[in-house]
């Protein structure tokens, strides 16, 4: 009876009492079953372990009204097919598996997945231990909460090795994650000690139950380009669905197809576009449809978009709808105009609604300003006495030359920080940022430019800055290095995303250049 009761006292625990996805040990109290009349407390606060009688009658049968399942021998094995989808939990022997090029199970799929195996394991004898993984791909091991082993990298079959010092028949928490990115997969677990030869880790030295819990699947470090293929001038927009994180985002061109993510890491097409007709009813043609971005105003959703009007001078447009995917309903006319052209709108809200939009007179040899305008509530009109506030101008003497474009504002600490590309959109493209306590302005710029070429990306740019997690991020375009500093333009600008850190009141993005390794999943610090 006191073995059932201690295992209903784990449930809902289990998984996380070897600690969370980060390595954090849980603030309770972990128990967990031996063959004796005692409890043996895990990973209690000072760090030890130790065997004690409780009472744990509070946790059977006839009080939670729940029959606990039974302890069984092996290790309960979670599979997330894409890193996301719980797809499969069972019991398995232990971690001793070669996959190779095939599937655990076609639920899970042959590449792209992660696994978590949890429970307990109870050494034969006292002494120092030998623990070592083999994995193809990465791999992080806790004991009793604490993360003894991090060698999270898309890699070849890598031995890892820790020692550890374990007490005969003391159990002790144990939880092991691994993911697969493509190619071969295995994952292996094993130990030696004084009289014990190198070996996995049999079924008969571990034991769990049968508890999933709602912990997310095991994410993977990302590598740049997530987008691979030519999406120029990215506006990405996060959506959730329920209780699961969305992304949808367009690019510069055609019909503007909405595609989708769940992570800003993997996309695939909906089907969906902003203009199914190529352009607007209004348009003299399609052949400039431009910088599109998707904003959540009021209880709708409004897209502005770059495209000609009737005389085909570059103007602003939008269409609005109240689903995401459509149908989209374009304006009865372009929203923006200018005699040299208007490009790149972005939505802004602060104490009111305001669209930025840069006037292109790079085109005609002029000066390329960046405007903000107050909107009404819907977005859709300007307020009534509202005027055109010039907010940023290009500094020809500078990194910026001709032009400033495709803003995108966001609030912190009390600052409005404006990022900005500028120069000619190929290998000579940059991304700036300035920053004002209004909206408004004035603007005070950053200087250098934040994020610039290196040997593998030029012309990094016109990007949207997105929250995830707590985290901050810029996605964004870049050329492909053709290998001499100039940009590849057979393969179009691919899309890529890179966190943002704030160091000493201005956004810091990687080493001042887009990422050429592997980098932390969105919205993990690590």
């Known amino acids: 009876m006191l073995r059932s009761r201690l295992i209903a006292a784990c449930i809902g625990v289990l998984p ?20 004796s009349g005692s409890t043996t407390v895990i990973g209690s606060d000072d760090g030890s372990t130790s065997s004690a009688d409780v009472d744990t009658s509070v946790a059977d049968e ?19 097919a894409g890193y996301h989808d719980r797809v499969l939990a069972r019991v398995e022997d232990g971690v001793d598996l070669l996959w190779g090029m095939d599937a655990p199970a076609p639920e899970v799929g042959a590449d792209r997945f992660s696994v978590r195996w949890s429970g307990w394991l109870t050494p034969p004898s006292t002494g120092t231990y030998l623990l070592a993984t083999e994995t193809d791909d990465g791999v992080r091991l806790w004991i009793d909460g604490e993360l003894v082993l991090d060698d999270w990298t898309p890699q070849f079959v890598t031995r890892n090795e820790i020692m550890r010092e374990l007490v005969a028949d003391v159990p002790v928490a144990i939880r092991i994650e691994y993911f697969e990115i493509d190619l071969e997969a295995s994952a292996r677990l094993s130990w030696a000690h004084d009289g014990l030869a190198e070996a996995p880790i049999g079924s008969e030295f571990l034991t769990t139950v049968e508890v999933s819990d709602d912990e997310p699947g095991p994410k993977p470090p990302y590598l740049n380009p997530v987008v691979p293929f030519d999406c120029p001038d990215p506006g990405v927009v996060a959506a959730n669905e329920g209780d699961e994180a969305a992304y949808f985002m367009v690019c510069t061109g055609g019909t503007f197809p909405i595609r989708r993510s769940r992570d800003l890491v ?28 998707i904003h959540r ?11 000609v009007d009737g005389g085909n001078t570059l103007s602003i447009g939008y269409a609005t709808a109240d689903d995401l995917l459509g149908p989209w309903e374009e304006s009865p006319g372009p929203l923006v105009q200018d ?5 790149d709108a972005t939505y802004v809200e602060a104490d009111a609604p305001y669209l930025f939009y840069k006037i292109d007179g ?29 907010v940023l101008v290009n500094d020809g003497g500078s990194w910026e030359g001709g032009v400033v474009e495709a ?41 250098p430019p934040i994020l610039a070429n290196n040997e593998r990306w030029v012309g990094p740019g016109h990007g949207t800055v997105l929250a995830v997690d707590g985290l901050d991020y810029f996605f964004f375009h870049a050329w492909t290095n053709a290998g001499n500093g100039t940009h590849d333009g057979a393969a179009g600008r691919h899309g890529l995303v890179e966190r943002i850190d704030w160091v000493d009141g201005w956004p810091r993005i990687h080493d001042g250049t887009p990422s050429r390794s592997w980098q932390p999943w969105p919205g993990h610090a690590q």
């Open 362 to 390: 790079n085109a005609v040899g002029q000066p390329t300003p960046i405007f903000a305008r107050e909107l009404s509530p819907d977005g859709l009109s300007f307020a009534p006495g509202s005027a055109p506030v010039q």
């Open 339 to 343: 005699p040299v052209g208007v490009i």
């Open 407 to 447: 803003p995108w504002v966001v609030a912190r600490d009390g600052m409005f920080y404006l990022f900005y590309s500028g120069n000619v959109y190929d290998n000579r493209y940059r991304t700036g940022v300035a920053r004002s306590t209004a909206v408004t302005g004035p603007y005070e710029k950053h200087g």
């Open 266 to 293: 993997f996309w695939s097409d909906t089907g969906a576009a902003l203009l199914p007709a190529g352009k607007p009813s209004w348009a003299a043609n399609g052949n400039r449809n431009w910088a599109p971005e």
């Open 62 to 80: 006839s009080s939670t009204g729940v029959a606990p399942p039974p302890i069984v021998p092996g290790l309960y094995a979670e599979y997330f």
């Open 16 to 35: 996380t009492c070897c600690g969370s996805e980060t390595g954090t040990a849980v603030d309770a109290t972990t128990l967990a079953p031996d063959e």
């Open 297 to 307: 105003v009021g209880d709708r959703w409004v897209a502005y978009f770059t495209t």
